[in-house]
C-alpha cells in the first residue's frame, strides 16, 4: 500500500510560479512510474506529467517548458514546478503511483491561476 498527499496549491496570479509536493508513506516509491494529474472545473481528469523510475519524463503538450516534473527517492516524494502558471491552469491536481496493477492516487491539491 502506498499512501500519497499532495501539497503546494493555493492561489497564484498568472504568470506566477508554485511547487506542488507528494509525499508518499507506506512503501517505498523508487520502483513506481510517478504522475501528475490534473481536473479542471467541468473538465476531465488528465495527464500532466509523468517521470519513470529511471527518471525519464514526459509532458501535456500544454505544459511543456513550463512545468516540470522531479523525484527523490530517498525521501519518497514527487514534485511538480510550474511556472508561467495561466487560469487554464486552474484545476485539483493529483499525484499517482502505478506499478504493475497497483494504482495509488493521492486526494488532490488546489490550484487556482486568477488576478
Known amino acids: 500500500q502506498v499512501q500519497l498527499v499532495e501539497s503546494g496549491g493555493g492561489l497564484v496570479q498568472p504568470g506566477g510560479s508554485l511547487r506542488l509536493s507528494c509525499a508518499a508513506s507506506?512503501?517505498?516509491?523508487?520502483?513506481?512510474?510517478m504522475s501528475w494529474h490534473r481536473q479542471g472545473p467541468g473538465k476531465e481528469r488528465e495527464l500532466v506529467a509523468f517521470i519513470t523510475r529511471s527518471g525519464t519524463t514526459n509532458y501535456l503538450s500544454s505544459v511543456k517548458g513550463r512545468f516540470f516534473i522531479s523525484r527523490n527517492n530517498v525521501v519518497s516524494a514527487v514534485y511538480l514546478q510550474m511556472n508561467s502558471l495561466n487560469p487554464e491552469d486552474t484545476a485539483v491536481y493529483y499525484c499517482?503511483?502505478?506499478?504493475?496493477?497497483?494504482?495509488?492516487w493521492g486526494q488532490g491539491t488546489q490550484v487556482t491561476v486568477s488576478a
Open positions: 499517482k503511483a502505478e506499478l504493475g496493477s497497483s494504482v495509488y
Open positions: 507506506g512503501s517505498s516509491i523508487s520502483s513506481y512510474l
